[in-house]
């Protein structure tokens, strides 16, 4: 397992930005292709972004594409998520998750790849 610690959200004014931190502890973080989830309030958690266990491919869905940036620190044992142009609708709580298998060769994009996960970040958006 994974340790995972979140950090960085809190309350943002609509067209703000957020840099949320993922601090990994335990196993080595740097095997692992890691994910960003969010759960607004009375919804599914959804997918956001994830990135490989080399840092080289990254994906993300379609409304934060070209507003969020995930990116990894392996020396660090650190995820990052940089969330830019952010509109009311990003207003969720925001997890980060490990791949639940080592060195998985494809970067996977559905709660049930991933094995362990954060407590989770408040990000709230005002309009």
């Known amino acids: 397992q994974v340790q995972l610690v979140e950090s960085g959200g809190g309350l943002v004014q609509a067209g703000g930005s957020l840099r949320l931190s993922c601090a990994a502890s335990?196993?080595?973080?740097?095997?692992?292709?890691m994910g960003w989830f969010r759960q607004a309030p009375g919804k599914e958690r959804e997918f956001v972004a994830a990135?490989?266990?080399?840092?080289?491919?990254?994906y993300y869905t379609d409304s934060v594409k070209g507003r969020f940036t995930i990116s990894r620190d392996n020396a660090k044992n650190t995820l990052y998520l940089q969330m830019n142009s952010l509109k009311p609708e990003d207003t969720a709580v925001y997890s980060c998750?490990?791949?639940?298998?080592?060195?998985?060769?494809?970067?996977?994009?559905?709660?049930?790849?991933?094995?362990?996960w954060g407590q989770g970040t408040q990000v709230t958006v005002s309009s």
């Open positions: 998750a490990a791949d639940s298998n080592l060195w998985r060769a494809y970067v996977p994009s559905t709660e049930a790849a991933f094995g362990s």
């Open positions: 990135i490989s266990w080399s840092g080289g491919r990254t």
């Open positions: 335990g196993r080595s973080f740097s095997n692992y292709n």
